[in-house]
């Protein structure tokens, strides 16, 4: 624990006002979490009559004409951490490993997994996305999808967001080599009962897709999107998700337009085996309304995963 932190615990005990006690306590643990041992030590050395305090622990006006580190700057600087997290700070996730069976463009059976990563703020939330999909048999690639999405989101009050969205897409079997989108509107927390929250955003898009023939096309979208989640029990959760795009000129909700509308429709549910451990299954729906060449409209998956929490 930092000598500024201590000190402030020290100083707040030599008070003897059990509220400030807790207080300043209770900061500390936040901050420095790791410390929290450290912190109920000197906590319970203190409800001890007998035992002094150590000696650095001054009445906190002395501390502060000496320019300890009780003094309102010093305190300002020590609990920035807990005010200013770096970029890296608060991340937390869950990776997923299993097997799916598809039909549609590539009917096959395989391994599919996915890591979704999330940062909490204060008025910022950001979360990135990767997923892949692949099967080979006797030398030969039967199934190969890979989606990587970025989506930072800024809480403007208690129900409205603002949320930008980067993706990318790649899915040979369905006619192309990347799909890159990017997406920025409003949403609104339709739902927040606790056990069930449902989010709906729409905005403006722009979308490339580069076909496998080496043609290019380019199009100006919108997107539309919900996500719904329902805890039905402590260890039972139901899940939706669906966005879609329709693209002018050329993700259940759409990428919408008059040339090529694409959704996608993801259904789950989840068993809660330990804290962290999770079984999941979801059924994927993709509808593309203008596929490439020899391909389908619609592809379908089923997947069945296990769910680390981290």
């Not at 030599?14 to 500390?28: K, L, S």
């Not at 759409?254 to 259904?267: P, R």
Request: glycine fraction near 10%.
């Amino acid at each position: 624990m930092p000598d500024p932190v201590r000190a402030m615990i020290e100083a707040a005990i030599a008070t003897g006002e059990p509220a400030t006690v807790d207080a300043v306590a209770g900061v500390a643990r936040a901050t420095y979490p790791d410390a929290a041992a450290e912190i109920d030590a000197m906590l319970a050395q203190s409800a001890q009559p007998d035992v002094a305090l150590p000696a650095q622990a001054a009445p906190p006006a002395e501390r502060v004409e000496a320019g300890a580190p009780d003094s309102p700057q010093l305190a300002d600087a020590a609990l920035a951490p807990a005010r200013r997290p770096g970029f890296f700070d608060n991340w937390g996730g869950r990776g997923e490993i299993g097997g799916f069976k598809a039909g549609g463009n590539s009917p096959a059976t395989g391994l599919t997994g996915q890591l979704n990563l999330r940062r909490q703020g204060t008025d910022w939330r950001h979360n990135l996305r990767l997923a892949a999909d692949y099967r080979r048999s006797r030398g030969r690639s039967e199934r190969e999808q890979f989606s990587a999405a970025y989506e930072p989101q800024y809480q403007i009050d208690d129900g409205f967001f603002a949320y930008a969205l980067a993706q990318f897409e790649r899915n040979r079997f369905q006619g192309f080599a990347g799909r890159y989108a990017v997406s920025g509107g409003l949403g609104y927390r339709v739902l927040n009962r606790g056990e069930a929250t449902l989010d709906v955003k729409a905005g403006p898009a722009w979308r490339r897709t580069e076909l496998l023939t080496g043609l290019a096309e380019n199009s100006i979208a919108g997107l539309i999107g919900f996500d719904f989640d329902w805890a039905i029990t402590d260890r039972l959760k139901l899940t939706q998700d669906a966005n879609a795009v329709a693209e002018a000129g050329g993700r259940a909700v759409a990428f919408i337009g008059s040339n090529n509308t694409t959704l996608q429709l993801v259904s789950g549910v989840e068993s809660k085996f330990s804290e962290r451990l999770t079984g999941r299954f979801s059924y994927t729906i993709e509808y593309d309304s203008s596929p490439a060449a020899n391909a389908v409209s619609t592809d379908t998956q089923s997947r069945f995963t296990l769910v680390y929490n981290f």
